[in-house]
């Protein structure tokens, strides 16, 4: 998918791309993806990932993104915004946990405060034994399309 004026085009993930995503998520203490599966990324001109997101869906039927994470090179160039309109355009609705520092992005694409429950319990247990859980301050977060 070509975003207008975009330097960057969406895809699928594939496998060989784990290797920049996973340094992707590592380098914001998260860890590694488990497969290329349910993985749409930003592509540069070159086809090298440049951001990506993961969509789970939860055990209670909504989609949940885990994670959205952009190269720090390519914040500011609306990598992270296109990757979650093209979700939320295709899943009608999101939801996830976002960390205290990313809470003004979520906010600026529309996205609120949700309760804890509104998380799927196999996604907000991540949050449980995190041991950045106290500077994150996680926050549950959701957006329905209008």
Request: aromatic fraction near 6%.
């Amino acid at each position: 998918v070509a975003m207008p004026n975009a330097p960057f085009t969406l895809r699928d993930a594939r496998e060989p791309d784990l290797a920049y995503l996973n340094a992707y998520a590592a380098a914001e203490g998260m860890d590694d993806l488990p497969s290329a599966e349910n993985v749409r990324v930003a592509v540069n001109g070159d086809d090298v990932p440049v951001g990506f997101l993961r969509l789970q869906q939860g055990s209670n039927d909504a989609a949940h993104v885990n994670p959205v994470v952009s190269c720090a090179t390519w914040r500011g160039w609306g990598v992270g915004r296109a990757l979650m309109e093209e979700a939320l355009a295709s899943r009608g609705e999101l939801r996830l946990v976002a960390r205290a520092a990313s809470v003004p992005f979520y906010r600026a694409l529309g996205f609120e405060e949700l309760p804890w429950d509104a998380i799927a319990p196999e996604i907000a247990v991540d949050c449980d034994g995190c041991e950045m859980r106290g500077e994150g301050r996680p926050l549950p977060m959701g957006k329905k399309m209008r």
